[in-house]
């Protein structure tokens, strides 16, 4: 229903410190169009990717290419998806902007906005992405939002911390509690949190302590980007 995953789109103030903080951590500039006046890069470990806006916006939104936006508005508002904004023109990127149960913002686009192009394959010092992490006050209404959207639920899982799977072609979600964290979270899969923080000391990467709660220290690294995106890396066992 939501088309094809692009990007998290992310909202920073300098991006020229988000990139290299990225590019630092190992993940790789792809070319961009210029489908947006404002300064726009996006970076990408193969599995995940981040555009980095320079303006104002909902931050972070959950970004969809959907050819033939305008058509599919009325599929979208009988399946009870009520945009919160939209814009169609015939000089435009035609876009519609959607908010689920918990807040986050899902903009569908009708074309891409960079290159698809990679010829990477080296997973980030982070490790191994996971999921987007998304806070959700009810994780039933949550559900049946996104899997109307297209996804698919799986069952609860206890480990590495308490959240609810939602898996599709080019994205996966995880659920967690307001109580857990009150911030989505990219979630990343480490063999060695210990020798991680090593490397990212040597590379002058700040941690921080955002860490799911309860969870133990020792089995994670949490890291927050210049833009304030938060990183959690999981040791595989945890």
């Known amino acids: 229903m939501f088309g094809r995953f692009l ?55 959950l970004t969809f ?16 998806f009520e945009p919160q904004y939209e814009r169609f023109g015939e000089e435009q990127l035609h876009q519609l902007r959607l908010r689920d149960p918990g807040g986050t913002a899902v903009m569908l686009l009708e074309a891409r906005t960079f290159s698809p192009g990679y010829a990477g394959g080296r997973a980030s010092l982070c490790g191994y992405f996971l999921h987007l992490g998304l806070p959700q006050p009810d994780f039933a209404r949550a559900r049946d939002f996104w899997e109307r959207g297209g996804f698919v639920a799986l069952s609860e899982l206890e480990q590495p911390y308490f959240h609810l799977p939602l898996t599709s072609d080019g994205l996966n979600l995880g659920f967690h509690r307001r109580r857990l964290l009150d911030v989505p979270a990219l979630v990343f899969e480490c063999d060695d949190p210990r020798r991680q923080r090593a490397t990212l000391a ?19 690294t949490a890291i927050e980007a210049p833009e304030g995106t938060l990183l959690w890396c999981l040791r595989s066992d945890a």
């Open 202 to 220: 040597e590379r002058n990467i700040p941690l921080s302590d955002e860490l799911p709660r309860g969870l133990d220290a020792s089995l994670a």
């Open 7 to 61: 990007e998290l789109a992310i909202a920073t103030t300098d991006i020229a410190a988000s990139v290299q903080f990225y590019e630092r951590l190992g993940f790789t500039q792809l070319i961009t169009s210029d489908a947006w006046s404002h300064r726009y890069g996006v970076l990408t470990d193969g599995r995940i990717h981040i555009g980095l806006h320079e303006r104002d916006m909902p931050s972070p939104a």
């Open 65 to 80: 290419v959907l050819p033939g936006l305008r058509a599919a508005r009325d599929r979208l508002l009988a399946s009870q």
